[in-house]
């Protein structure tokens, strides 16, 4: 099976471009008071993380609106990444790689708006 054509676990098999979708259901499903104050956010689905210390669900790379002190116009965006094959990887069903998105979706959503992963496991999230 080729890597970027199906990631498989368990009893199941999802393409990239099928996890894409998952992805887009689940970010539409989201809260939209929630979704209305991302600013300047992208949402990227990549095929594997590179993290040495072991499988990497998702990443949030930017900076947290609570230490936007000068933050202004000519910013990249942030990014919030999921990795479709650590996802499908530690997933035995469609319905469980669907709740592990979205959690991870809020877990990464919520660095954004400056909570911790200390914090995120106080709450349930983490």
């Known amino acids: ?41 992208i949402f ?6 590179n993290n040495s210390a072991g499988p990497l669900l998702g990443l949030y790379q930017g900076t947290a609106i609570t230490d936007r002190f000068d933050y ?14 650590e996802h499908v990887d530690s997933c035995n069903t469609v319905e469980e790689l669907r709740q592990q998105v979205h959690i991870t979706l809020v877990h990464e959503i919520a660095h954004y708006f400056g909570i911790d992963d200390e914090h995120l496991h106080e709450l349930g999230w983490g």
């Open 1 to 41: 099976m080729d890597d970027l054509s199906a990631a498989s676990a368990g009893s199941f098999a999802m393409s990239l471009q099928e996890f894409e979708l998952l992805v887009s259901e689940e970010l539409d499903s989201l809260p939209a008071h929630v979704m209305d104050q991302l600013d300047n956010v």
């Open 44 to 49: 990227v689905v990549e095929e594997r993380s």
């Open 72 to 85: 202004g116009l000519g910013e990249l965006p942030d990014q919030i990444v999921l990795y479709w094959a």
